[in-house]
DNA sequence: GATCCACGGGAATACACGGATG
DNA sequence: CATCCGTGTATTCCCGTGGATC
């Protein structure tokens, strides 16, 4: 990002002691991650086939939640720019291409958390590589395999392709993936990204563990966000240290707990971060919760569904039948489709049902609790995408 | 006209409980 | 006492429809 946005959005984004709310959001990721050099490191000698014109082998990079997997893999693919080629502009040559000049290889991020099915896989991909609009209706999943397959047809191109949250209850699982992008062409390798541990999952692919951040770096990836996002000092390196204890090495409960805390402080009209203050928003954010990018990657309508069940009345949500109506009432959706998409959350984890007390007859209705940090994503919700 | 996908709606199934039955 | 059954509710599953796009 250029200075010129950054003071943009300082100047839009300055509320109380935030200047920045993406700064401190645990849903974005920043160019330099703090502490994972020697990752960086592996990985790059895991791409190193790339620099003669070969592809390296199948990976699979797997750790805890929060142990920084999107953050070393999107810093990393933004760092080798994608080379897209133009379809017409390919050059056929009688000699053989001389893969020590330029390498003919493209690299391609793809979240999958928004490429669901085989059609939004490869419209990622595709999209990934060439320049050219890829249509995202009225194709037939096969002829973008087919764009694909010519794309990636030798002599032309090859792709490293990364696929992130790969096994979660919504995306791809690791054989499902391998099974989509293994057959596709021989020029294709992909790197997945996931929480599963590989012996329990009968891959090839070559394993990359990142392991759990350690107290002193998360300490340090805290105390950087804050810098980079709020006023001045308003929270203490000892408060910072108790953030990164509390949040046991995982980074975005870590990020959560620090925006609740400095948007908590906000709201209260403190100067600084109280310890009071901060010890009400870990309170408020929910360990082992779903990551906030999960919930601000999941379509429009089940966002604005969210959104409204935080506004629900606590007498409106004695089962979840009476909530989705509530929630109907304030969102342009059936009751039935409310309905419908709060079960699927609950069963993605986004929520959670607890056992209420009903009527006295039949099966007793559920409350539903929302299983994310409520605070931050009151505030980032309808902000746009995370960067 | 073909295709993908979000919605809407409803059928099928699961569950909890009280009361009947052996 | 253990089990079965009926009733009422919650939950899951599935499919048709229609908008958007090509």
Request: glycine residues 6%; hydrophobic residues 40%; aromatic residues 4%.
């Amino acid at each position: 990002m250029d200075l010129r946005t950054r003071m943009e959005r300082r100047r839009r984004d300055t509320d109380g002691l935030v200047v920045d709310y993406e700064a401190i959001s645990p849903a974005a990721h920043v160019a330099e991650p703090v502490g994972r050099g020697p990752v960086f490191e592996t990985l790059l000698d895991h791409l190193d086939p790339v620099l003669d014109g070969d592809l390296p082998p199948d990976a699979y990079v797997w750790g805890p939640p929060g142990a920084g997997k999107s953050a070393v893999i999107t810093a990393l693919f933004a760092h080798l720019p994608p080379r897209r080629s133009r379809v017409g502009a390919i050059v056929h040559t009688a000699t053989r291409p001389r893969p020590d000049r330029e390498s003919p290889v493209s690299f391609v991020y793809v979240d999958g958390r928004t490429a669901t099915t085989d059609f939004g896989l490869y419209h990622a991909v595709l999209d990934g590589l060439v320049d050219e609009s890829v249509p995202t209706q009225g194709v037939p999943t096969e002829a973008l395999v087919e764009r694909l397959r010519d794309t990636l047809a030798p002599p032309s191109r090859r792709a490293v392709v990364a696929v992130d949250h790969v096994g979660e209850p919504e995306t791809y699982s690791l054989s499902a993936l391998a099974d989509r992008l293994d057959g596709l062409s021989d020029s294709l390798a992909w790197l997945a990204v996931g929480r599963t541990h590989p012996t329990d999952l009968d891959t090839p692919a070559k394993p990359v563990e990142l392991p759990v951040y350690d107290l002193g770096t998360l300490a340090d990836i805290v105390t950087s966000r804050a810098m980079s996002g709020l006023d001045a000092p308003v929270l203490t390196h000892q408060q910072c240290r108790d953030i990164a204890a509390w949040a046991d090495g995982n980074a975005h409960d870590a990020l959560a707990a620090l925006f609740a805390a400095a948007d908590r402080a906000t709201d209260c009209g403190q100067s600084t971060v109280t310890d009071a203050t901060l010890g009400r928003a870990l309170d408020e954010v929910p360990r082992g919760a779903v990551p906030l990018a999960q919930v601000l990657t999941l379509p429009p309508n089940r966002q604005r569904v969210l959104r409204a069940l935080l506004e629900v009345d606590s007498d409106d949500r004695a089962s979840v039948d009476s909530t989705a109506d509530a929630i109907a009432a304030d969102v342009d959706l059936s009751a039935g489709t409310v309905r419908r998409y709060l079960y699927e959350l609950a069963d993605d984890g986004v929520v959670e049902r607890v056992r209420a007390d009903g009527p006295t007859s039949g099966r007793p209705p559920s409350r539903v609790e929302p299983r994310f940090p409520t605070r931050v994503f009151r505030r980032l919700h309808g902000r746009g995408a995370p960067a």
